[in-house]
């Protein structure tokens, strides 16, 4: 258009020469990074990491049992614990937004406690305090509940966020309807606020996915724990590393898997909205055409 150039809203489109130097950088970072993967792999071939025997046992089917068992202990916590924490963080969410300072200043104290709060000292404190007074609680559920109050806590965050992000005018216009606090924000900010929401939703919940991981600590048989008993034998050479890259690729799979669902459940949330936004009444026809000016 007469050689101006193009912008964007937000910013200048580069020109040739920052196009040229944006290239150049590009380049430079994935040779950068194809040497270090280069590098790596020369090491592990220089220390015999891709010896026969340092695999060979996970082409048999008692081990590839124990990695499932440990998959399925990884999915049993991190489910338990997700639907815990997701009620957890609604109802938190909701005190910290409640207009009775009864109800908004515990729920802030107990946020902000087990945000504050490492992960790491809250599942300990589910296993071994009961400890002291003779109480035995499941591996499992001493991991869960840590996962649930600070994954919770954390979501609290993410739900009051969201909803306090939704247009002022949304609610006034509830309110001036005659709608009560309760129904303005389950009817009307609530289901914006997911929408916007949504892919930090599945963020956090991939986190805890990965965070059901610390539980090999206190020797719950998650998949990690598992590999660790696997790459430990003495007999296949100590493949602590190839045992190590396969759960690794097992957890990449798994949060992939997680994160594709939630993309495609936000587009058709989206597109659903969007459908409905854009619905336009068909003009009455007839003796009804008109009647109200």
């Known amino acids: 258009m007469g050689g101006q150039p193009v912008t ?35 090491r592990f071939e220089a220390t015999g990491q891709f010896e026969e025997l340092r695999w060979k046992q996970l082409t048999l089917p008692a081990v590839q049992r124990e990695l499932r068992d440990g998959l399925l202990a990884t999915l049993k916590a991190g489910g338990l614990a997700a639907a815990l924490a997701l009620p957890f963080g609604v109802i938190a969410a909701a005190g910290r937004l409640s207009d009775h300072r ?11 406690l087990f945000r504050a709060i490492p992960l790491l000292i809250l599942i300990f404190f589910f296993y071994y305090v009961p400890l002291d007074y003779g109480i035995s609680i499941p591996t499992l559920w001493a991991l869960v509940f840590g996962l649930t109050l600070y994954n919770g806590a954390v979501l609290a965050e993410i ?19 005659g709608m009560r606090k309760g129904q303005v924000t389950t009817l009307i900010l609530l289901p914006q606020a997911v929408r916007a929401m949504l892919p930090t939703i599945v963020s956090q919940l991939v986190v805890l996915l990965k965070d059901t991981a610390l539980g090999f600590i206190i020797t719950y048989p998650e998949l990690l724990y598992v590999g660790k008993q696997i790459g430990g034998r003495a007999v296949y050479g100590f493949p602590y590393i190839p045992t190590y890259l396969v759960v690794a690729a097992v957890y990449i799979s798994m949060n992939t898997v997680l994160s594709l669902a939630a993309n495609r459940l936000e587009r058709r949330t989206r597109r659903s909205f969007k459908t409905t936004a854009d619905f336009v009444p068909p003009p009455e026809t007839g003796e009804n055409a008109g009647g109200i000016i």
């Open 102 to 112: 009864l109800l908004r200043w515990p729920a802030t104290a107990v946020v902000e």
């Open 159 to 177: 739900f009051r966020a969201g909803i306090v992000s939704v247009a002022k005018g949304q609610s006034e216009a509830a309110y001036a309807l």
């Open 8 to 42: 964007s809203v937000l910013y200048d489109m580069p020109g040739p020469r920052a196009r040229r130097r944006n290239r150049a950088i590009s380049v430079g970072a994935s040779l950068l990074i194809l040497a270090l993967v280069a590098y790596v792999l020369w």
